[in-house]
């Protein structure tokens, strides 16, 4: 897909997604779509389920506002990406709410500390973290979801 990050073989993310791209994804294979945005957002593309049920995808809306992030709202999110039929476009207006929750599915999947899964977003090309406009308080608590869930992930493994 096109302006996309393959975040690995089951996690594609992208900004809001148009019919030609979800046409995209049958063909490179993809089987579930799942939208973070909420219907109030300007722009939410408001006959998306349709488009894609109708061509035989699956179909997800989890809306993620930043300023009601916490970890039971992500918990939510990532609970919910893996009950869905994989490889998945998640995506949301511009790619980075979908792609940083991506990247905490794969934290807490794969068991990477902070620090590997931050070295992971720059090796993507998704430095989120360095971005000055990103609040520290939202920065601290990927940092600390990654850090509660991974161990617990290793622990289970």
Known sequence: MINA???NEN???TGQV???QI???IQEGFKS?????SPDEL???KDEQQVVEAL???YLNVPLKLEALNEELITKILTALEQIPKPAVVHCAAGMRSTGIALLSIAVEEGLTPEQTLAKARSLGFSFVDHTN???RLKQLFVDYVDKHAKVAVATH
């Open 23 to 25: 046409k995209q994804a």
């Open 43 to 45: 722009g939410f593309f």
């Open 33 to 37: 779509v799942v939208n973070l945005r």
């Open 18 to 20: 148009i019919p030609q």
């Open 5 to 7: 990050i393959r975040i």
């Open 56 to 58: 035989g995808l699956h």
């Open 11 to 13: 996690l594609t993310t």
């Open 134 to 136: 990103v609040s520290p």
